[in-house]
């Protein structure tokens, strides 16, 4: 990775795992400009301590949003977790982000994305995306938005109660997703910083497609454990959840992204990863070795 002209670079959510994951990945690579943003700077002391600028930056206090991007170059702006407030709060307060970069004429956004946020999208997380890439868009700055398959780590939401029983039940059919190491498109996301050119929209996926079968062979060589694959339709899939106390807007998302994987919309294994930074991402298999032992303790709560 290069730096050109010694741009400031800005890093929102630096608190967070992606955030400050490219934060010290620019760090390593010798950006010397780096700004980290969050709502709490004391929680991101010891990327100061590295050698980043820190600054009090809080999606919902436009004031605080003018001030932390002035003087900024460019930006990464990480959406917002779906977790943090209505899909009308998150989109509200990601677009205030990108009318703060524009008022500061920032020279490029870099934006994390999903996979096909397009309208006709069957998960709700898809429409805060989709208002937000436009805006980016729109807005007239160069742009690299980064359309990142699912994150490795959501292992951790649905493996353990899969380890726990035996069994796993899925609407997906034989679908497939490149599944994604977060430490990977930290890298990327420092890449498309500081690489010479914006970048459009770009698929950020891991280097192999795996369906349920393919996960559950996975867990076979993995943790020496046999799981039950039981197939279900989406509405058996969704009545399930809320019968074993998922609340049911929780269910019925989780039975869209069933139907998402099945509709091959994950489907994308590529060499982003490879190309962008030199080196190749992370496979599932040994993203799920590194993390064997934390999975099982997580199983047995």
Known sequence: MSIHENPRLLVTGANGNLGRATVKNLLLAGATNVVAGSRNTDLISDLASAGANTTTLDFHNPGSLSASFRGIDRALIISLDARQGSPEERVRSQL???????????????????????????????????????AIEQSGIPFSILRVNSYADNVFYWLPPV?????WVTAAGNGRTAYIDRLDVARVAAAALTGADELGCLNISGPEALSASDLVSLVKEVFD????LIHVTDEERESGLIAAGVPSPIAKNLAAL??????GA????????LRLTGTPPRTFAEF??????ALLNAAKR
């Open 96 to 134: 205030s982000a990108v009318e703060a970069a524009a008022a500061a004429k920032v020279r490029r956004i870099v934006y994390t994305s999903m996979h096909k946020p397009e309208p006709g999208a069957l998960l709700a997380v898809a429409a805060t995306h989709y208002q937000t890439e436009q």
């Open 163 to 167: 380890l726990a029983s035996g069994r």
């Open 225 to 228: 454990m046999s799981v039950d």
């Open 258 to 263: 069933d139907a998402t994987i099945r509709d």
């Open 266 to 273: 994950f489907d994308t294994a590529n060499d982003t990863v």
């Open 288 to 293: 799920l070795r590194a993390n064997r032992g």
